[in-house]
């Protein structure tokens, strides 16, 4: 069998409203609560991978990098600018409205209010 990552935990200190943070910003749904208790706000970012993201009272930010086809990362691009959410072209720098990333030919970063790097790379 081969090695997927089915989903993985972002902690956030409102879960929701982190969620739906990420999902409007790159495109994606929100699924239903899930967990044993409702404690996860899951978002699904392909048939494989949900990001789940969890309430906690001091999240320590991670670091999410994705593959984004061209016309996706235009999108997400439109959308980072409609919200007036600062991006970057390097993870010291996700404010300084570069898209010249140093490891392919447009690549940007933004951080949520969690602290949380997110990182989105395309091939042109």
């Known amino acids: 069998m081969t090695i997927t990552l089915n989903h993985t935990i972002v902690p956030a ?6 969620a739906r ?6 495109g994606l749904e929100c699924l239903p ?9 899951p978002v699904r ?17 991670l670091h999410l ?7 996706t ?15 970057g072209n390097g993870p010291t720098t996700p404010d300084n409205g570069r ?6 030919p447009r690549g940007l970063f933004f951080v949520d209010e969690n602290h949380n790097l997110y ?3 395309s091939p042109a």
């Open 13 to 18: 200190t409102d879960n929701g409203r982190a």
């Open 21 to 26: 943070f990420f999902a409007d910003i790159m």
């Open 33 to 41: 609560p899930a967990g044993a208790r409702g404690h996860f706000i």
């Open 45 to 61: 970012v392909n048939d494989s991978l949900t990001l789940d993201y969890m309430t906690v009272d001091d999240p320590q930010g």
């Open 65 to 71: 990098a994705f593959d984004v086809d061209p016309a």
């Open 73 to 87: 990362f235009d999108r997400i691009l439109a959308r980072l600018r409609e919200y007036a959410v600062p991006y």
């Open 99 to 104: 898209i010249d990333h140093p490891l392919c």
């Open 119 to 121: 990182e989105v790379m």
